[in-house]
């Protein structure tokens, strides 16, 4: 018979782990308990004999005394005054032809007469019309004038007592082996029935029910913890399911029509009989199509390295402000051409562990948005309040002692509440027109820096307007926050948006 044939002669639950574990443990538990008991019997036993052999060896004294000083018929009385009470003590006097002087021992074995010390023995007990065998335990003595005296002490009680452990023990052995059998086969059923059930879940989720989940009892317990892991791991996965689906969906949708124009502007430049001069600029035109198309493509790479968290060991302790401030320098010039001027603070340095090109990409993608929304608000306006005076946007960090906040604010249309967490997603665009260039991966890139540095990013209402706070986790160790700051000023040099 095959081993596979075997095991499903064998109950399930006898073969599950935790039945295993029960087994070993109750086979551990039943050894101790023999080792125990073993321990007990032994001294019990130890301590009953040498408590006889001491009872006897007194009486066997005190006797001996007596046959000194008072010979034999002394020695006759205090035989016959001990064995007239009914009781366990045993004796028997003969003479040098082995005749009974005196005690309450009818015969004996021959070969007991030549035994040294303790002993033990059967003798003949009469109860009535009955008589049966019983064992005593005693000491042989050799008087003078070939007289011989034994004195003994009926252990029966003894052997009952040891008779009386052995079968407490027995039965508690078994006992113990039958509950545990018995607590081993229903603990794996309880196990067992919670792991089919996540089994089953499992085999839904293959089969394409991606919503299922694994039930909590709401015990606490190991298994419940192991269910609100996989079921957080399976909310993630199904997470990135649908954003993966989202993203094909919106790769689909926004590069479809940039590659339909780049194509036709190709296909227009062949076709024509124009100048040199109009098909270079044609082919330009084509040129800076195939490089928004790059540079879209190059935001989906470093999105999906961020947030595969590949980037993080090239970090390195650097000051905030001075990256921040740096950005803010690059852009003002951008955004005086736009009319919009910038506000920049920041008290004193603020020293982080992080990717200064990353967070310098994050920092210009900000400002980057702030200036298109409020020149696109700005334009949107009535003469008479474009002729207002400009609210600037406002750049500031906020040191919030183990993370800093990056805050980025404008005057620009804002974002409703509603689709604040919905922007953050790739390809998302609110404005339906597309009259604003970009990809809508701008805030995605944020996001993902954000969560990169342990932090995230808040949206917020700047009435009107929007405002935007990057929160990010310092992660510093005190030996770096010290080296840093006696360390010269780290700047970094920005780059380009998205």
């Known amino acids: 018979m095959t081993g596979g044939k075997q095991r499903t002669l064998i109950p399930r639950v006898l073969l599950a782990t935790p039945f295993r574990l029960s087994a070993i443990y109750v086979s551990i538990f039943c050894g101790i308990v023999a080792l125990t008991f073993i321990y007990v019997y032994v001294n019990v036993q130890a301590f009953?004999?040498?408590?006889?052999?001491?009872?006897?060896?007194?009486?066997?004294?005190?006797?001996?005394d007596r046959f000194r000083r008072g010979q034999l018929s002394a020695l006759e009385a205090a035989i016959a005054d001990r064995s007239a009470p009914a009781g366990n003590a045993l004796y028997l006097l003969t003479d040098g032809q082995g005749r009974r002087l005196a005690g309450n021992l009818d015969a004996v074995s021959s070969d007991l007469w030549n035994t040294e010390g303790p002993t033990t023995f059967s003798f003949r007990r009469t109860a009535g019309a009955e008589s049966s065998e019983a064992p005593a335990l005693g000491l042989v003595s050799r008087l003078p004038g070939n007289f011989r005296l034994i004195v003994a002490?009926?252990?029966?009680?003894?052997?009952?007592?040891?008779?009386?452990?052995?079968g407490a023990f027995f039965i508690g052995y078994g006992v113990i082996a039958l509950v545990g059998f018995i607590g081993g086969v229903l603990m794996s059923r309880k196990i067992l029935s919670r792991i089919d059930e996540a089994s089953t879940t499992a085999h839904s989720i293959m089969n394409g029910n991606l919503a299922q989940r694994i039930r909590v009892t709401g015990r606490d317990d190991e298994l419940d913890r192991l269910s609100l892991n996989l079921n957080a791991m399976l909310d993630r996965i199904q997470d990135l399911m649908t954003g993966l689906k989202d993203v094909s969906d919106n790769i689909a949708h926004d590069l479809k029509t940039p590659l339909h124009r780049l194509r036709t502007r190709a296909e227009r430049a062949l076709k024509s009989s124009q100048s040199p001069q109009d098909l270079a600029e044609a082919l330009g035109a084509v040129i800076e199509e195939a490089d928004a198309l790059i540079q879209t493509f190059?935001?989906?790479?470093?999105?999906?390295?961020l947030e595969a968290g590949s980037r993080a060991e090239s970090y390195g302790v650097l000051d905030i402000c001075t990256l921040v401030r740096d950005v803010v320098d690059l852009y003002e010039p951008v955004g005086e051409?736009?009319?919009?001027?910038?506000?920049?603070?920041?008290?004193?340095?603020?020293?982080?562990?992080?990717?200064?090109?990353?967070?310098?990409?994050?920092?210009?993608?900000?400002?980057?948005?702030?200036?298109?929304?409020?020149?696109?608000?700005?334009?949107?306006?009535?003469?008479?309040?474009?002729?207002a005076e400009i609210s600037p946007v406002e750049i500031g960090l906020e040191d919030k002692g183990e993370s800093v906040d990056i805050v980025v604010a404008d005057r620009g249309p804002g974002?409703?509440?509603?689709?604040?967490?919905?922007?953050?997603?790739?390809?998302?665009?609110?404005?339906?027109?597309?009259?604003?260039?970009?990809?809508?991966?701008?805030?995605?890139?944020?996001?993902?820096?954000?969560?990169?540095?342990?932090?995230?990013?808040?949206?917020?209402d700047n009435n009107p307007g929007l405002k935007v706070r990057v929160r990010l986790s310092k992660n510093l160790t005190s030996d770096q926050a010290g080296r840093a700051a006696a360390a010269p000023e780290m700047r970094a040099q920005p780059h380009a948006a998205i």
């Open 153 to 166: 002490r009926d252990v029966e009680r003894q052997d009952r007592v040891r008779r009386l452990m052995r």
């Open 415 to 460: 974002i409703p509440a509603k689709d604040r967490e919905r922007v953050l997603q790739r390809f998302v665009r609110l404005q339906p027109s597309r009259s604003i260039p970009g990809s809508g991966l701008g805030l995605s890139l944020v996001a993902a820096v954000a969560r990169l540095h342990g932090g995230s990013v808040m949206l917020e």
């Open 337 to 387: 051409e736009q009319g919009i001027p910038f506000h920049f603070s920041c008290a004193g340095n603020i020293l982080i562990a992080g990717e200064k090109h990353l967070l310098g990409q994050a920092v210009a993608n900000l400002l980057d948005n702030a200036i298109k929304y409020a020149a696109s608000s700005r334009d949107g306006a009535q003469p008479e309040e474009s002729d």
């Open 48 to 64: 009953l004999t040498r408590d006889t052999v001491a009872a006897v060896q007194m009486d066997l004294d005190v006797l001996q």
């Open 298 to 305: 190059d935001a989906l790479l470093n999105i999906a390295r």
